[in-house]
Every structure is written in structure tokens, then in C-alpha cells.
């Protein structure tokens, strides 16, 4: 049995339109999805750790405020997540220029403590950028020349970091 094949540039085509997604609204797309996997996974749990115990109603009414509320969590984990990122990329500059660990150390917690403050710019950046990459690799598929699909791809992403962190 053959598999299925896309139409010629259904994908690039794909990954243009996904990446201009991600360039417009990439830090709600990723706080939505946070939000709903952590939500339905906590939900899932909950509702398997308390069936047979609750009446119908009862289980419903659990599931229902542990989506919410696990959902929450995930938002501060993907805060969270941010200010972890910018520690470990820290630590790693810091400790290859040559400075001991405690100078490692200190700069890396400071650094958290910006991620964690500022990170709705940088999902901003790394949004924008993800999705800028798309339209380049996407356009680069459909037959762009590569200088264009850069030149497009960087005002996209210079452009979705102004726009989201406007936001």
C-alpha cells in the first residue's frame, strides 16, 4: 500500500503559514498550550485518582476545577521554565570564559530572576524566531531565492518580537 501523497508544496505551504502563526501569535499560542496540556493531564489524574469514589456530579465538578487550576500551574511552570532557560544559557556563557563556579553560580541566579520577570519577551523572541524560521525554510521549499526568504524571515521575526512584546 503507497502512502499518500501531498500535492507539491502543500508543506512548505504548511510551514509558511505555521510559522506566520507563531510570528503573530506565538506567546499566546504557547500559553494556551501550556495551559491546556497541563490542565487536561492534571484533570486526567484527578479523575482517575478520585472515579468510583465521588458521585457523577461530584467528579465532574473535581475535573472540571483541577483543569482550571493545574492549568494555572502550568502557566507559572512555563514562567518558571523561562527563568531556568536563561540561568542554564548564562551558566554556560559564564563558565566558558573562564570564571569559577561561584561567579557562575551568581550570575545564573541572576539571570533566572530576569527570565522569570521578563518572560513574556522571551517567549516573544523565541515565538517569533521559531516562526521566522518556518517562513524560511517554507519559502526556500516553494522555490524562493535564499536571499529573499532571509530578508523576509528576519523583518517577520524583528516584527513579531515588536508586535508580541506590545502586547
Known sequence: MAIAQLPFGALDLTLVLLGLLLVLLGRKVLKLAAFLATGALGALLIRNLLLGRLSPFLLDVATLLSFV????????IL???????????AYFITTSVGAGFAIALLVALMAFVVGFTFHDLLLAIASASVGGYLVYVGLLGLGAASQTAVLIAGALIAGGILLQSRR
Open 69 to 76: 487550576g493545574l492549568g494555572l500551574v502550568g502557566l507559572l
Open 79 to 89: 514562567r518558571v521554565g523561562a527563568g531556568l532557560a536563561t540561568a542554564l544559557i
